[in-house]
C-alpha cells in the first residue's frame, strides 16, 4: 500500500509560481511512474505531467510545456511539480498519482492517489 501527501498548493496572482510537492510512503519510490493531474470544477481530472521511476523521461500536456516542471528525489520519496508563469486557467485541485500500469496521461491507469491540494490563479 502507498499513500501519497500533497503540499505546496496556494492563491497566487498570474505569472507567479508555486512548487508541489507529493510524498510517498513504501520503500519502492523508484520504482513508480509519478503523474499530477487537475481537475478544475466542472470538468474532468486532467493530466498534466508525468516521470519514470528513473527520473530520465518525462511527459507534459502541451499547455504546461515550457512553464512547469517535475521531478523527484527518490532519496526522500517525493516528486515535485514546479510551477512558473501561472495563469488562471491553471486554477484547479492538483493530484498525485503513483504506479500507472498503462497509459501515462490515463488517470485510470494509476494506482494510488493523494487527496489533492487547491492551486487558485488569479488575474
Same mark, same amino acid.
Given at each position: ?23 510517498a510512503s513504501g520503500r ?28 530520465? #523521461?518525462?511527459? #507534459? ?23 512558473n508563469s501561472l495563469k ?5 485541485? #492538483? ?16 494506482? #494510488?492517489w493523494g487527496q489533492g ?7
Amino acid at each position: 500500500q502507498v499513500q501519497l501527501v500533497e503540499s505546496g498548493g496556494g492563491l497566487v496572482q498570474a505569472g507567479e509560481s508555486l512548487r508541489l510537492s507529493c510524498v510517498a510512503s513504501g520503500r519502492t519510490f523508484s520504482f513508480y511512474m509519478m503523474g499530477w493531474f487537475r481537475q478544475a470544477p466542472g470538468k474532468e481530472r486532467e493530466f498534466v505531467a508525468a516521470i519514470t521511476g528513473s527520473g530520465v #523521461y518525462t511527459r #507534459y500536456i502541451d499547455s504546461v510545456k515550457g512553464r512547469f516542471t517535475i521531478s523527484r528525489g527518490n532519496a526522500n520519496n517525493t516528486v515535485y511539480l514546479q510551477m512558473n508563469s501561472l495563469k488562471p486557467e491553471d486554477t484547479a485541485v #492538483y493530484y498525485c498519482g503513483a504506479d500507472a500500469q498503462g497509459g501515462w496521461t490515463d488517470f485510470s491507469s494509476y494506482k #494510488y492517489w493523494g487527496q489533492g491540494t487547491q492551486v487558485t490563479v488569479f488575474s
